[in-house]
């Protein structure tokens, strides 16, 4: 899937925050290598260069033009192109951290104790994932999609629950990590313009099933999408729209 920078950067400073969150939380006081697991467009590597700017700190991510972003936003970093499911550093970092792309993978199963196994002993992986699915934003995507004639091409590509709940996660990994921190966190997202939340999804979830249809199809999906969002979301007195969004967070310490 190509991935529209500009388009997920729209809401960069919402987008941000719950990686901020997550960063002081680390436990950590000055890692010789960080692996960014998903690092979009190095926004967020931009924060942990700042924080530890000693660092070796390497970019992973799927998307050339994400990455070309990121040359150009942190030059020092290392910056590679692969699949974040498979990617094995060479020698084990101190820090495996990923925000907001682990949801894009599935077995979660196997890829998590997979993850910890790479980090150093005595390492950290740190994970944020949305954990929004429940919610009217995914749930009228997830409707919509298998309620029109475009039912049979977006079935393959919908992932109506890719996150599963915390306690899956804690009985999965509490075996395998000296420590573990597992925590949601509920954004009161306050976002301007027609039908904003149309437009965040487009950035993220959305954007595999538009991405699965040819015109007439795309336009008709989107607006029966769109109209659905309206009635969920509608502007408050000022215009203003409200979006909660709930989040994930996972710390091992290994």
Not at 184 to 197: A, K, M, Q, R, S
Request: proline letters at 9%; one cysteine or more; charged letters at 20%.
């Amino acid at each position: 899937m190509a991935w529209d920078p500009a388009q997920y950067l729209k809401f960069s400073g919402e987008r941000l925050q719950p990686a901020l969150d997550l960063i002081a939380r680390i436990p950590l006081v000055a890692p010789a290598s960080i692996v960014d697991l998903g690092c979009g467009a190095g926004n967020v590597a931009q924060v942990l260069a700042a924080r530890w700017p000693d660092t070796e700190l390497t970019g992973v991510d799927s998307s050339a033009d994400m990455l070309a972003k990121a040359r150009v936003a942190l030059p020092i970093a290392h910056w590679v192109e692969a699949d974040i499911g498979r990617y094995r550093p060479t020698t084990p970092p101190d820090l495996i951290f990923s925000n907001a792309a682990l949801h894009w993978l599935d077995d979660h199963a196997a890829l998590f104790p997979r993850l910890l196994g790479l980090a150093k002993p005595g390492g950290v992986v740190a994970v944020q994932m949305p954990r929004n699915h429940g919610a009217p934003s995914h749930r009228a995507m997830a409707e919509a999609a298998r309620e029109g004639p475009w039912a049979k091409l977006l079935a393959p590509v919908l992932r109506e629950s890719p996150v599963a709940e915390p306690a899956f996660y804690h009985d999965l990994l509490r075996p395998l990590a000296k420590a573990l921190d597992i925590w949601e966190t509920e954004y009161l997202h306050v976002l301007e313009g027609d039908n904003p939340v149309v437009a965040w999804t487009k950035g993220t979830a959305l954007k595999p099933l538009l991405d699965a249809l040819s015109e007439p199809l795309r336009g008709a999906f989107e607006a029966d999408y769109a109209k659905r969002i309206r009635a969920a979301y509608p502007p408050r007195g000022d215009g203003r729209t409200l979006f909660p969004f709930r989040r994930l967070f996972i710390l091992a310490r290994m």
